[in-house]
Nanobody, 117 residues
Framework: QVQLVESGGGSVQPGGSLRLSCAGS????????MGWYRQAPGKQRELVVT???????NYVDSVKGRFTISRNNAKNTVYLQMNSLQPEDTAVYYC???????????WGQGTQVIVSS
């Protein structure tokens, strides 16, 4: 059974940085497409970024140039480096894993990011 555990959330001031981590287990990590969604209070869950098993990435426009996703298959971990954080980045961030477009999605428990002065 796939398990994803996120860490690294917290509170920062605008302009600050955070790095989220998502550790996977119960899976052949390198074969999964990974990524991050976020859900702000009162809003729908939004896809933020994906990284394929081959390392290709795709970002939502609002985070391009500020967020960077990476993966370390030897550590079964995907990272999200978030720089120049803004209040609108405040949300619960969820890691996900999916083997293919039609495969079921596995989710982490979420980690809170608060950007406020």
């Amino acid at each position: 059974q796939v398990q994803l555990v996120e860490s690294g959330g917290g509170s920062v001031q605008p302009g600050g940085s955070l790095r989220l981590s998502c550790a996977g287990s119960g899976m052949i990590f390198s074969s999964y497409n990974m990524g991050w969604y976020r859900q702000a209070p009162g809003k729908q869950r939004e896809l933020v970024v994906t990284i394929t098993s081959g390392g290709n990435t795709n970002y939502v426009d609002s985070v391009k140039g500020r967020f960077t996703i990476s993966r370390n298959n030897a550590k079964n971990t995907v990272y999200l480096q978030m720089n120049s954080l803004q209040p609108e980045d405040t949300a619960v961030y969820y890691c996900y894993a999916r083997r293919s477009v039609l495969a079921p999605t596995s989710w982490g428990q979420g980690t809170q990011v608060i950007v406020s002065s």
